[in-house]
């Protein structure tokens, strides 16, 4: 079966190279289009046997999935140059947060899902958010679910938490590698650390808390109970971190909500007008 990417930006090209890796696909198998050709173009460079589509039409023609990987605000004036080529058999699989399930039932007359990646697929890990639509089969299900286990772990989430989940899965490695760097200036700043060797001793370490929560040897609140020990360096530090965060997260988690609110309001205000 042959699978498509309308999208070949940050995130199509990353779930291309990384499926192509992980052997889930063949480069045969891929047909892409994308707004500007030479983002296509430069896939196939590096995947010669991929095809890149001359139009919409040849796409749908030649695919029965086919991804969508657009900016929300693009999808809009997407939707009318695709639906007129889809079929019921068709499975349009969008991978924004702010279009709901409902709105895609709506925009194409097809089954629908939607998969929300992390970058953290890129490693073969990690979490995607997964829903679908009514029209989908269980066997449709089946098949994307085990599509998408090769590179994640599939996460089935309700409409009412995809902005919390996604702020988790998608924006939280953003949110964490920002305040890991934050962590290294710290270090340079104020002592005679240099900054390739925090970067190095913090990028290992990372990577060896992760090991420690994926093995199960510790909880979150159990790693801190293990390397705290009362009156020590870790508990000063800890309790300043306590003092400068307060509720830090809560209003990080109350602006995305808003700025998700106001993304999903615009969106449906364009697709009443288209």
Known sequence: M?????????????LIDTLLEAKTI????????????????????????????????ELTRQCKWI??????????????TVAPYLVSEHVVISITSPVSIHHLEELFPCK???????????????????SFSSRCTSADEEAIISFVSSISRPLFIDEDVTRVSSDIVSCGPAFFAFMAQRFIEGAVSETPLGEKEATELTTSMLIGLGKLLQEGYYTLPTLQERVCVPGGITGVGIAHLDQLLGEGF???????????????????QEFQLK
């Open 2 to 14: 042959k699978i498509g990417f309308i999208g070949t930006g940050s995130m199509g090209s990353m």
């Open 26 to 57: 063949k480069e045969e198998d891929i047909v892409i289009t994308n707004r500007t050709i030479e983002k296509a173009i430069k896939i196939k460079e590096t995947y010669p046997a991929i095809h890149i589509a001359s139009n919409i039409e």
């Open 67 to 80: 991804f969508v990987c657009v900016k929300p605000k693009d999808i809009p004036g997407l939707t009318p």
């Open 112 to 130: 629908v899902a939607r998969i929300i990646p992390s970058i953290l697929n890129r490693a073969q890990s990690g979490s995607t958010l997964v």
């Open 250 to 268: 809560g209003s990080l988690f109350r602006l995305t909500e808003e700025k998700y609110a106001t993304e999903k309001k615009k969106l449906a």
